[in-house]
T-cell receptor, first 115, second 114 residues
Framework: GAVVSQHPSWVICKSGTSVKIECRSL??????MFWYRQFPKQSLMLMAT?????????EQGVEKDKFLINHASLTLSTLTVTSAHPEDSSFYIC???????????FGEGSWLTVV | SQQGEEDPQALSIQEGENATMNCSYK?????LQWYRQNSGRGLVHLIL?????REKHSGRLRVTLDTSKKSSSLLITASRAADTASYFC??????????????FGAGTRLAVHP
């Protein structure tokens, strides 16, 4: 079956630094990728929708200059958390799909801790 | 943004009992999907029901969809301790930017006791 891989699985960074999380679709070309954030015991909140070759569409309240999303190819999207703060500590999950209406496949998520 | 509510927020049952979780949403949808998440892990896709379908089965899972009430339910029959997890509904709908996106409900934390 389709597999979406996220890297790293967990990362600890210092306040003020930037950290990049990668999301790869391993056996299909993903025209659309989604980035979610999940705080403990809460649901997944959609941050942005990323389409290959175009700018990401951010959800209301998500700072596009802080959460940089790049979807450079049909198999790779990256999320960069810039100038990270402790409140950015969260579980970040990406997902991908081949086309609208198709099943969406999720990565295993990345735990970010900002100290 | 979240699409809607799920109830109950938490459900505790004994092995062998059935578990029913409900989900309500706000906008028109293409389909509705149910996912399972073990603590601190990624999501596992359980079942997808299209907007023109009313009921779907997969193993011990039964999903219903009522588009007139904008609600769905997930029934897990003969529950097992291994079913302990959080369950989320998610609606697949066109967003304001013209792209389809998946919006999650609040989730139900299910605990199945041996």
């Amino acid at each position: 079956g389709a597999v979406v891989s996220q890297h790293p699985s967990w990362v600890i960074c210092k306040s003020g630094t930037s950290v990049k999380i990668e999301c790869r679709s391993l056996d299909f070309q993903a025209t659309t990728m989604f980035w979610y954030r999940q705080f403990p015991k809460q649901s997944l909140m959609l941050m942005a929708t990323s389409n290959e070759g175009s700018k990401a569409t951010y959800e209301q309240g998500v700072e596009k200059d802080k959460f940089l999303i790049n979807h450079a190819s049909l198999t790779l999207s990256t999320l960069t958390v810039t100038s990270a703060h402790p409140e950015d500590s969260s579980f970040y999950i990406c997902s991908a799909r081949l086309a609208a209406g198709n099943t969406i496949y999720f990565g295993e998520g990345s735990w970010l801790t900002v100290v | 943004s979240q699409q809607g509510e799920e109830d109950p927020q938490a459900l505790s049952i004994q092995e062998g009992e059935n578990a029913t979780m409900n989900c309500s949403y706000k906008t028109s949808i293409n389909n509705l999907q149910w996912y399972r998440q073990n603590s601190g892990r990624g999501l596992v896709h359980l079942i997808l029901i299209r907007s023109n379908e009313r009921e779907k089965h997969s193993g011990r899972l039964r999903v219903t969809l009522d588009t007139s009430k904008k609600s769905s339910s997930l029934l897990i029959t003969a529950s097992r301790a291994a079913d302990t997890a959080s369950y989320f509904c998610a609606t697949d709908a066109r967003g304001s930017g013209g792209y389809n996106k998946l919006i999650f409900g609040a989730g139900t934390r299910l605990a199945v006791h041996p």
